[in-house]
């Protein structure tokens, strides 16, 4: 039985394998904090109080009360009008007496004038003093003045940004789940196992 050699070609194709890892994400969003503060409204007054003043120096004049300067002013007052009135008196009565065209005796005329006057002096009686004292009045004042109250509001974090955390991180891994080959090998084949799938080579190839 004759024996043939048969070459056997095995080939084997390389395979990627590839294996994800999904990232869970985690996402925190910070609430602003917020502060309010009422500030209430305030009530200002200015008040000046009714007050009245009285003036009593001219009852006091009245009454003999006189100040001192009122009562100088007064003595200086009388003194000038009396010696002004007895000068223009004398100077009547001289006048009279020159006037040497009057019948009679113009001395004795002078002397009973003198004495009537005299006799002649009115006494005014009444109520002392004669006058009320002046009063003035300030009636005051008040002025209410109002400060408008507000409500502020304070926020304390307005960056209102998000916070993301990736637990695990997302990963792709890539490996080579099948190598690759290629093996050339001879079998003998006897008798009638003998595959008629090619032309028998007499030639030895090196």
């Not at 003999?64 to 300067?69: D, E």
């Not at 007064?74 to 008196?89: F, K, P, Q, S, Y």
């Not at 007496?97 to 006494?123: F, H, K, M, W």
Request: charged share 25%; proline share 7%.
């Amino acid at each position: 039985m004759s024996t043939v050699s048969k070459i056997v070609i095995d080939q084997q194709y390389a395979a990627i394998g590839i294996r994800t890892t999904p990232a869970k994400m985690h996402i925190t969003m910070p609430s602003p904090t917020m502060r309010i503060r009422n500030e209430l409204p305030e009530m200002q007054i200015e008040r000046r109080p009714p007050s009245f003043e009285v003036n009593w120096q001219k009852v006091h004049d009245e009454s003999g009360l006189k100040g001192p300067i009122t009562l100088i002013k007064t003595i200086r007052d009388e003194v000038r009008e009396g010696v002004l009135g007895h000068i223009a008196d004398k100077v009547r009565e001289y006048d009279e007496i020159g006037d040497l065209t009057r019948p009679g005796n113009r001395v004795a005329e002078q002397c009973r004038a003198a004495s009537l006057r005299t006799a002649g002096t009115t006494i005014n009686l009444g109520s002392m003093p004669q006058s009320l004292p002046e009063m003035s009045w300030d009636r005051g004042s008040m002025h209410v003045s109002w400060s408008r109250g507000r409500v502020v509001v304070e926020w304390e974090d307005v960056s209102n940004r998000a916070e993301i955390e990736l637990d695990p991180p997302f990963s792709i891994e890539v490996y080579l789940r099948q190598k690759p080959f290629f093996r050339v090998t001879v079998e003998d084949v006897q008798g009638p196992q003998v595959d008629a799938a090619g032309n028998s080579v007499d030639q030895y190839v090196g």
